[in-house]
């Protein structure tokens, strides 16, 4: 039976993200940079506990006022260490609540930047490897940062995003342009184009394979929990089962 993973990114303030604990078979819990304090990380981790969600860090730029979605230009040494230490402070917590952490994610601008800069990209894998060696990584399939996980022996799951438009080099639009946040209809459709068929349809009018293990829909939209329980069932329907990767 085919089988797919639902993340979600969490601990970032959304009013409304308590109702995706339980649905999103994988969480991505931000670190306190981007997002996020220690009472959000503590809470979002008893909830992972109680639900049997896979639980993963997701460290990003310190920069709160840009929800970490603008792109900085940091050197790798720098990168290594914030993803070093957002990672560990989490983990550390993670083992305070008896909660493995089974994957990382960066977020925002650090994640495309790495998928794309093989220097970043291992900046980014150095830092997992310090705080948090036994976690695997999600990363857009066939990315810089995918192929630097792998070289470390990283276990790597192939992250696709069900409510972001992509364009033709599987990059994902950026945000600010014209129909890069799908709306509810557009994403389910899109996910399960992704799931049962391995490909995506871009901005540009044509089809890209895209292969993925993993799905995600953002915590923060304005019907994402909606969104991950139209997804279950609909996966449900076409015999494929929803599942942690780990």
């Given amino acids: 039976m085919k089988t797919v993973d639902l993340n979600a990114d969490l601990g970032e303030g959304s009013p409304d993200e308590h109702e995706l604990f339980g649905v999103a078979t994988s969480v991505n819990i931000a670190c306190g940079a981007h997002a996020g304090d220690l009472a959000a990380m503590r809470a979002a981790l008893r909830a992972v506990k109680a639900t049997g969600a896979s639980a993963g860090a997701h460290p990003g730029y310190a920069d709160p006022e840009y929800f970490g979605r603008r792109e900085l230009a940091l050197a790798p040494g720098q990168v290594t260490a914030l993803v070093t230490t957002q990672v560990s402070l989490l983990a550390?917590?993670?083992?305070?609540?008896?909660?493995?952490?089974?994957?990382?994610?960066?977020?925002g601008?650090?994640?495309?930047?790495?998928?794309?800069?093989?220097?970043?990209?291992?900046?980014?894998?150095?830092?997992?490897?310090?705080?948090?060696?036994?976690?695997?990584?999600?990363?857009?399939?066939?990315?810089?940062?995918?192929?630097?996980?792998?070289?470390?022996?990283?276990?790597?799951?192939?992250?696709?995003?069900?409510?972001?438009a992509y364009r033709a080099d599987g990059s994902l639009v950026p945000r600010g342009e014209p129909g890069a946040v799908l709306a509810e209809d557009a994403a389910l459709a899109q996910a399960l184009e992704v799931v049962t068929s391995g490909r995506v349809y871009c901005v540009t009018g044509e089809w890209i394979r895209l292969e993925a293990d993993t799905l995600c829909v953002h915590g923060d939209g304005p019907a994402a929990a909606l969104l991950l329980q139209r997804l279950r069932v609909a996966l449900s329907e076409r015999g494929v089962e929803v599942r942690a990767v780990v």
């Fill in 92 to 107: 550390g917590l993670a083992r305070d609540e008896g909660v493995t952490l089974r994957h990382v994610k960066p977020h």
């Fill in 109 to 164: 601008a650090l994640y495309n930047q790495a998928a794309r800069d093989t220097l970043l990209a291992a900046a980014v894998v150095a830092g997992v490897r310090a705080a948090a060696p036994d976690a695997g990584r999600f990363a857009p399939d066939g990315s810089a940062l995918a192929r630097a996980a792998e070289e470390a022996g990283l276990k790597v799951w192939r992250e696709a995003f069900a409510d972001r």
